[in-house]
Structures are given as C-alpha cells and as structure tokens.
C-alpha cells in the first residue's frame, strides 16, 4: 500500500483538493482509502442512538454494521493517541492511502500552500515533504511545484512517485 500525505495549515484546500484527488486516481483504476487526523474530540455517533449508548455504557469497542457499510469505534480514553503507523495497519489494503494531516509523522507528503495563507511553510523544515501543490508563484524551492487547481497533474505525481505508472 503507497501511503502519501496531503499536509498543510488549516484552511489550505487540503479536504478540498482530496475530493477532487479521490475520484481522479479512481477514474486512472486504482484503489484509494483516506486516513484523517482530528486535532479535537469527534464523534461520529450520535446521542440517543444505540451504539452511542453502548459506549456511553462503557463498551471499549462498537462496530456498527448496515448493508451499505460498516464502522468500528474504539474508545482511547486512557491510552495515548495511535501513530500514524499503528492506524494504517488497521487498514484495509489499498492502491493509495491518503492521509490528510497528521504533519509531524514521518511519511511522504505533498504540502498545500494557498495564495490567501501566510503561515510559515512546512517544506522548509520537514524533509517528508516530496513536492508543493500551491496556487502562488513566489514559492522558491527545489521541490517539485504542482499547480493546486490542476487535479489532473497532482493525481500524476502521486501515481509516479508511488511507482504505479505501469499499472
């Protein structure tokens, strides 16, 4: 499984430019998962519901499961945060693992950078970024620069730099 991060600060484009991204390296045949870090308590259940109560009720794990999909939700309150690592292995094998955050962790990333954000670029002190997808043209690197709105050329770098070209 190729696993390349889309990195960058907050309100970047990188969810944007993942749901562009997905559908494009679907469309080239190859299969695609997503992995996404949350900075914040989330809840993909909801109160009153079943599973939410079984949690509530102390459960360590609920999977929920329907026709159309199923969910697994492991409660981590007394343990620390999983690694990037350790939640990938919990994955199914796919083509492309995306991962959208998790920016300290030490994978291949290609890093966001929006003409209306001025934070302190990402590349100039982590080695992990392989290239810089941006709408600017004042970006001085030696990284491969990608054009942020040609979805197209972005899904093309990922494909060659994970080797699927041939595919």
Not at 43 to 69: M, Y
Not at 73 to 89: A, K, P, Q, Y
Not at 123 to 132: E, F, H, L, N
Not at 134 to 163: H, Q, W, Y
């Amino acid at each position: 499984m190729e696993v390349i991060g889309i990195s960058g600060w907050s309100g970047n484009g990188k969810t944007t430019l993942l749901e562009n991204l997905i559908p494009a390296l679907i469309d080239k045949g190859f299969s695609v998962s997503t992995l996404k870090h949350a900075h914040h308590k989330f809840d993909v259940d909801h109160p009153g519901k079943d599973s939410f109560r079984h949690r509530e009720a102390g459960a360590k794990e609920v999977l929920i499961s329907s026709k159309t999909r199923w969910a697994l939700m492991s409660e981590n309150i007394d343990d620390d945060e999983l690694s990037v690592t350790e939640l990938i292995e919990k994955m199914s094998p796919v083509d492309i693992l995306l991962i959208e955050g998790f920016k300290k962790e030490d994978f291949r990333k290609i890093e966001i950078i929006r003409n209306d954000n001025d934070t302190e670029p990402l590349y100039k002190s982590d080695p992990t970024v392989i290239a810089v997808a941006t709408d600017r043209n004042d970006i001085k690197t030696e990284l491969p620069l990608l054009d942020l709105n040609d979805v197209s050329a972005i899904a093309a770098f990922i494909i060659m730099t994970c080797g699927l070209e041939d595919r």
